[in-house]
């Protein structure tokens, strides 16, 4: 099978999950439910279920036990894409080409949807072994694996040190800092929940992580050449929006092409830390996608 064809094949399984773990809207408040399902189902690339899935298998794994996982983490990310666009952090009106979750359903409906979506994340991976078989072991070092990234410690305190930092000229370390946590934490802890699925030993859990963390860099990195030079209908998000908020970048500290030179070097760096782990192929195609990306 094609990396295409088993890049489509992972997406497809993610969301057709994902409706199935999803609320039904039958209930009084449904109207959350409709909030988290909108936000869930807008699309995206995916890029972290699929990760969490591949990791697994090229780790030996079965990916069914890796699917709780995989859209538990998914769903943390819908969830802190919905907390970014509220007027009191980014203030953004417009995700994936559509209205913003608390333009559509409303500021207060918009926080509790996240807030759901966030604890159900949890919730389905508690699940794992009535419903994909994935041992309880895994599960215990999945929740605290996962906690642990998108808390304080990760996920959280990256968007702490963006708001701390916000229109005001920060050093490399600084950015750096800001984005292996508010990035590259959720990265990783996509990687590693796929490695903890498989039963991987800790030091392929280590090893694992840290290819995650270059690939988060360079990810962002690609984020803030897109902020620049990307087209609008593609991102489905206004381009621009960085500067507009006098927020420092990769490209306000390297410039464009340098930018993308470390970018480039970061997704070499990244295929080299793949490469010390048996069938990396689809890994090294996708990091390498990534860097071409236009969305």
């Known amino acids: 099978m094609s ?34 399902a909108y936000s869930v189902e807008a699309g995206g690339k995916r890029l972290r279920p699929v990760l969490t899935l591949e990791v697994c298998r090229m780790l030996g794994g079965e990916i069914q036990h890796a699917l709780p996982f995989a859209c ?16 009191c952090m980014d203030d953004d009106e417009l995700r994936r080409g559509k209205p913003s979750c608390h333009i559509a359903f409303g500021e207060a409906n918009a926080l509790l949807a996240g807030d759901a979506l966030l604890l159900y994340a949890f919730e389905v991976m508690a699940k794992a072994h009535q419903t994909h078989g994935t041992g309880y072991e895994e599960i215990a070092k999945g929740i605290e694996t996962l906690s642990h990234c998108a808390g304080t410690d990760g996920m959280v305190g990256g968007q702490v040190i963006d708001l701390t930092y916000e229109n005001q ?51 962002q990195i690609c984020d803030d050449i897109l902020d620049v030079v990307g087209d609008q209908q593609l991102l489905g998000k206004p381009i621009g929006s960085d500067e507009q908020m006098q927020k420092t970048n990769f490209i306000t500290l390297f410039g464009l092409e340098g930018s993308r030179q470390k970018a480039a ?9 793949l490469r010390q782990f048996d069938h990396p192929e689809f890994l090294l195609e996708l990091t390498d996608m990534l860097l071409e990306r236009k969305k």
Not at 204 to 210: D, E, F, L, P, V
Not at 265 to 273: N, V
């Open 169 to 219: 000229r920060i050093e490399y370390e600084i950015l750096h800092q800001m984005h292996l946590l508010k990035t590259g934490a959720l990265i990783r802890a996509a990687c590693q929940l796929g490695a903890i699925a498989a039963k991987a030993s800790p030091e392929q859990i280590q090893q694992i992580g840290a290819y995650a963390e270059t690939l988060g860099l360079a990810f």
């Open 3 to 36: 990396f295409t064809q088993t890049l489509q094949e992972y997406i497809q399984m993610v969301n057709q999950q994902l409706e199935e773990y999803l609320p039904k809207k039958s209930n009084l408040q449904h109207v959350v439910d409709d909030a988290m």
């Open 265 to 273: 070097e970061l997704t070499e760096l990244a295929k080299q830390q």
């Open 72 to 87: 538990a983490v998914e769903m943390i990310h819908s969830s802190s894409l919905i907390h970014d666009d509220l007027p």
